[in-house]
């Protein structure tokens, strides 16, 4: 799967309507709007053959050094998922 920046840029809307970081994210000069976590997450899609929410978890988990769980990323990465197809 090839990544485009239309894929990159509806990802990284899903993220920051998501907004994991929350009122944490003023701290984060470099955020970006998620947009390194959007194609970190949409390289992990098409590499692995894991769980979406289990993708977006670890990405999200890694960046921000946070402890969000599957749970936590269910209904943004049930989103996500259908934007990759």
């Not at 990802?11 to 701290?27: E, F, H, I, N, S």
């Amino acid at each position: 799967m090839g990544m485009e920046q239309a894929q990159i840029d509806a990802v990284a809307a899903v993220l920051q309507r998501w907004d994991p970081l929350g009122p944490k994210a003023a701290q984060y000069h470099d955020l970006n709007g998620y947009e390194t976590e959007a194609i970190d997450i949409i390289a992990n899609f098409s590499l692995a053959r894991q769980a979406p929410e289990s993708i977006v978890r670890t990405v999200i988990n890694q960046a921000f050094d946070l402890s969000v769980t599957c749970a936590d990323c269910a209904a943004a990465a049930a989103e996500i998922s259908k934007l990759l197809r």
